[in-house]
Nanobody, 126 residues
């Protein structure tokens, strides 16, 4: 079982950048497909990005494509989400998630993942 801890959230202005980190412990991160999700106030949690075990394959939600970049450093047991050109609508709690099994289509649903972090708040002011 893996434990996930997110960090790097905070307050940013529209057009600014933040980088989120998700540190894993308990098992090596290279065993997992990793995803980022977010949940805005009053809304359901939604998919943001996913990266495969090796880091060579990624997929993004349309709302963040071209602005956000997911990456991973398996040697550091850490996954990142670089967020550029932030918008007020990016305000949410951001969660990282780990999936044990391989995928044939990109896992974009909550129940595609086995383990979750506690979340980190990102607030973007206009």
């Amino acid at each position: 079982q893996v434990q996930l801890v997110e960090s790097g959230g905070g307050l940013a202005q529209a057009g600014g950048s933040l980088r989120l980190s998700c540190a894993a412990s308990g098992r090596t991160l290279s065993s997992y497909v990793m995803g980022w999700f977010r949940q805005a106030p009053g809304k359901e949690r939604e998919f943001v990005a996913v990266i495969n075990r090796g880091g060579g394959v990624t997929n993004y939600a349309g709302s963040v494509k071209g602005r956000f970049t997911i990456s991973r450093d398996n040697a550091k047991n850490t996954v990142y989400l670089q967020m550029n050109s932030l918008k007020p609508e990016d305000t949410a709690v951001y969660y990282c998630a780990a999936r044990s099994s391989y995928f044939f289509s990109f896992p974009r649903e909550e129940n595609d993942y086995d383990f979750w972090g506690q979340g980190t708040q990102v607030s973007v002011s206009s």
